[in-house]
């Protein structure tokens, strides 16, 4: 025999799952948010710190494409004297440690992901620029809230946003003025923005699939729309259902109707032809005197 408050107390306990679901949830979303707006304001401070370079000499690029991702974009790529760098901005709370041997961490985290990342970045620039020595193009991390003097892990630079510009400008000279404005406009080309293709809306139940096959080269034949062809037929064939009942149950009103739309849009032209024809037939006898 159930005790009283037994059934309440069971949807109590699934209301109290749910709503811890739904709070966990909502913790997920709020950390995400936070981690987007503090990589905005990051990537917003190095921009500010590099916007010096442009007189010096040097082309900035924020926020492009990264070749070959389409969902992932490059923070920053410098063309310059000093060569090609792309630069990968981390704006991280807490304790940052750089080291040699412990690698890049942060709060004891190992950040290898990241290395690798840039190093991925790198590679992906290589390819644009085929013409320029491997050594002229250079991958950075830029801790944006962290003062750290620039440190070489595994080929890429790690280097705190106060000591960025000054290590940019201490970098060898190996490309001329002409050669920068050169890679800058084949970069600038390659790593532009594209429009997103649209993703096409998973059928549903009861709903078919989008048709979002693309013609083929050369046709002129337009694309196949089988659900607005589909409501047309019905339509059509609504419409002859109503003309063929009014036949059945209203023949003399139906007749009166036609006939009238005879007389007074079939009949006028067919004076008109008339007319026309006996304008234009010869008399084969002369007129009388």
Same mark, same amino acid.
């Given at each position: ?68 991702? =389409? ?123 594209? *429009? ?8 549903? *139940? ?20 089988? =659900? ?17 009942? =009014? ?9 009166? =109707? ?24 010869? *008399?084969?006898?002369? *007129?009388?005197?």
């Amino acid at each position: 025999m159930s005790t009283a408050g037994h059934g309440a107390r069971q949807q109590q306990a699934a209301a109290r799952r749910s709503v811890e679901e739904a709070e966990r949830k909502l913790a997920a979303a709020r950390a995400r948010e936070h981690a987007w707006s503090a990589g905005a304001a990051g990537e917003e401070q190095v921009a500010d710190t590099l916007a010096g370079l442009a007189q010096l000499g040097w082309v900035v690029l924020h926020d492009v494409a990264w070749p070959g991702r =389409a969902r992932a974009n490059l923070d920053h790529v410098l063309i310059g004297p000093g060569g090609v760098l792309v630069v990968d901005t981390k704006n991280w709370s807490g304790t940052v440690t750089v080291d040699t041997d412990r690698g890049l961490r942060s709060n004891g985290y190992r950040k290898t992901k990241e290395i690798e990342a840039v190093q991925t970045a790198r590679q992906a620039l290589l390819t644009l620029v085929p013409a320029l020595p491997p050594e002229v193009v250079a991958g950075l991390i830029c801790l944006a809230a962290q003062d750290q003097e620039p440190v070489l892990l595994d080929g890429v630079v790690v280097v705190g946003r106060g000591q960025l510009l000054q290590h940019v400008l201490q970098r060898s000279a190996v490309l001329g003025a002409q050669a920068v404005m050169e890679t800058a406009m084949t970069l600038g080309t390659a790593l532009r923005r594209q *429009p997103q293709d649209r993703i096409p809306a998973q059928a549903g *139940p009861g709903r078919a699939p989008r048709n979002t096959a693309k013609p083929r080269a050369g046709s002129t034949r337009p694309r196949k729309r089988p =659900a607005r062809s589909a409501r047309a037929g019905v339509l059509k064939l609504a419409a002859f259902g109503v003309v063929l009942g =009014a036949l059945v149950l209203f023949p003399d009103e139906v007749w009166r =109707a036609y006939m009238s739309v005879v007389t007074a849009v079939v009949t006028p032209v067919a004076d008109d032809l008339t007319q026309d024809l006996l304008g234009n037939v010869v *008399p084969t006898t002369a *007129p009388a005197p």
